[in-house]
């Protein structure tokens, strides 16, 4: 069974960077095939897709944040890190990962429950 | 970058209606679509991929059809439980993109 969790701060100041974290178990990025990718959603908006990162590095940004995004992952510890640059209070947002497999089937089947970011002073 | 448009932005329906949202795509996307269901303070749950693919576990009354730049999702019959806003995803080509969703409510 597949599952992801996302961690880091619930509280960034203002151009800070954020460092979130996606701790997942079920499939592995070490083989063939697959990624995990993330996404927001600010309160009260429509999701938005930030960035995704295959199991060979492949990876693939949203235009509109790309020299802010980073996004990696360590193999050995089943986890994707995504840190985006100079915070603002319109990041704040619920941040998720999300499970990218290898055919249409199995892309964004499966979500962490989400982790709510707030940008203020 | 492609956009995804949603239709309506919000609708009031009885239950039992059938209901019917539309999503159109600004380019060709083929049926890299995928449909998500949302209720307040929960995770997105998706219903339909590959445009027309019922995903597992969700019951028949949703459907899902279209090619190209058009699709659709329909509720047969609509439950309590499907109040909830609807996202459509294009992931065809980068960036991926989301339309600005459908918003069910109760009539």
């Known amino acids: 069974q597949i599952t992801l969790k996302e961690s880091g701060p619930t509280l960034v100041k203002p151009t800070q960077t954020l460092t979130l974290t996606c701790t997942f178990s079920g499939f592995s990025l070490s083989t063939s095939g697959g990624g995990v990718g993330w996404l927001r959603q600010p309160p009260g908006k429509a999701l938005e897709w930030l960035a995704l990162?295959?199991?060979?590095?492949?990876?693939h940004h949203s235009p509109s944040l790309k020299s802010r995004l980073t996004i990696t992952k360590d193999t050995s510890k089943n986890q994707v890190v995504l840190t985006m640059s100079n915070m603002d209070p319109v990041d704040t947002a619920t941040y998720y990962c999300?499970?990218?497999?290898?055919?249409?089937?199995?892309?964004?089947?499966?979500w962490g429950q989400g982790t709510l970011v707030t940008v203020s002073s | 970058d492609i956009q995804m448009t949603q239709s309506p932005s919000a609708m009031s329906a009885s239950v039992g209606d059938r209901v019917t949202m539309t999503c159109r795509a600004s380019?060709?996307?083929?049926?890299?679509l995928a449909w998500f269901q949302q209720k307040p303070g929960k995770v997105p749950k998706r219903l339909i991929y590959g445009a027309s693919s019922l995903q597992s576990g969700v019951p028949s009354r949703f459907s899902g059809s279209g090619s190209g730049t058009e699709f659709t999702l329909t509720i047969s019959s609509l439950q309590p439980e499907d109040f909830a806003t609807y996202y459509c995803?294009?992931?065809?080509?980068?960036?991926?993109?989301f339309g600005g969703g459908t918003k069910v409510e109760i009539k």
């Open positions: 999300v499970h990218i497999g290898t055919t249409m089937a199995t892309n964004f089947d499966y």
């Open positions: 380019q060709d996307i083929s049926n890299y």
């Open positions: 995803l294009q992931h065809n080509s980068y960036p991926l993109t």
């Open positions: 990162i295959y199991w060979n590095d492949e990876n």
